[in-house]
Nanobody, 115 residues
């Protein structure tokens, strides 16, 4: 069992930055590939970014490539998402995920980008 708790969401103006964190407890964090997903009102949950177990390999949705950076600190059992140049379209609830879509999910953190 893995418990995931996101933090760092909030309200920011377009062009601004936020850093999301996801603290993991339970089984060894470094055993899991990790990812971020988001869900905007009235839309399906969508992939944002993922990290391999070591953090050495990452991937991003085209919509965030070049603006968002996923990273992890396995010593601190924490996953991060640095979000720069935010746009109103980035407004969503952001979810932390471990071990794929059939794995573990956090409760989500709201990110709102005003124009």
């Amino acid at each position: 069992q893995v418990k995931l708790v996101e933090s760092g969401g909030g309200l920011v103006q377009a062009g601004g930055s936020l850093r999301l964190s996801c603290a993991a407890s339970g089984r060894t964090f470094s055993r899991y590939a990790m990812g971020w997903f988001r869900q905007a009102p009235g839309k399906e949950r969508e992939f944002v970014a993922r990290s391999s177990r070591s953090g050495g390999s990452t991937a991003y949705a085209d919509s965030v490539k070049g603006r968002f950076t996923i990273s992890r600190d396995n010593a601190k059992n924490t996953l991060y998402l640095q979000m720069n140049s935010l746009k109103p379209d980035d407004t969503a609830v952001y979810y932390c995920n471990a071990d794929g879509i059939d794995g573990y999910w956090g409760q989500g953190t709201q990110v709102t980008v005003s124009s």
